[in-house]
């Protein structure tokens, strides 16, 4: 597996971010402090690090990676819906839960949710409780804020 690292531009909260990816897609995106492995790039990691630099400067709203993320069935359909969540746009776990065919399912879809291992190119900072608070996020809410600030500015 080979992994990479890419700081956003400019003044936010999001901070390093380690990409992992296989020559088939993309693992993971996640939030680190500093860079704990020997970066090890490869043609995935480099077009994510293209495709990231291109949404935090505003000019792209949908990402065109292929994602390989592990999780159950149920995980793994969670994260195709999240994914369909249009950009600067937001949706509850209740009504993520209901688009599923799962209703009252808000608290595993909330689980799911929060093990989804591609931050950001997965967009589960889109997902809000249902009162329109801010709920949890494996970033930090103060990142999950910046992220839908960022999407509603551009």
Not at 102 to 131: D, L, T
Not at 141 to 149: D, G, N, S, Y
Request: charged share 25%; hydrophobic share 30%.
């Amino acid at each position: 597996m080979n992994v990479d690292y890419f700081q956003p531009p400019g003044e936010s909260p999001i901070g390093l971010l380690k990409i992992r990816a296989t020559d088939k897609g993309l693992t993971e995106i996640d939030f680190v402090e500093a860079r704990d492995e020997t970066p090890r790039p490869n043609a995935m990691t480099q077009q994510c690090q293209a495709q990231l630099a291109e949404y935090f400067a505003g000019r792209r709203r949908e990402f065109d990676l292929p994602l390989t993320p592990q999780g159950t069935g149920f995980q793994q359909q969670v994260w195709r819906a999240l994914r369909e969540i249009p950009y600067g746009q937001t949706c509850s776990y209740s009504s993520l839960a209901e688009r599923l065919n799962r209703p009252g399912a808000q608290r595993a879809v909330g689980a799911a949710n929060g093990k989804n291992p591609i931050s950001i190119v997965v967009p589960c900072h889109r997902v809000i409780g249902r009162s329109g608070r801010l709920t949890g996020y494996a970033g930090g809410l103060e990142r999950k804020e910046w992220l839908l600030m960022h999407e509603r500015k551009h």
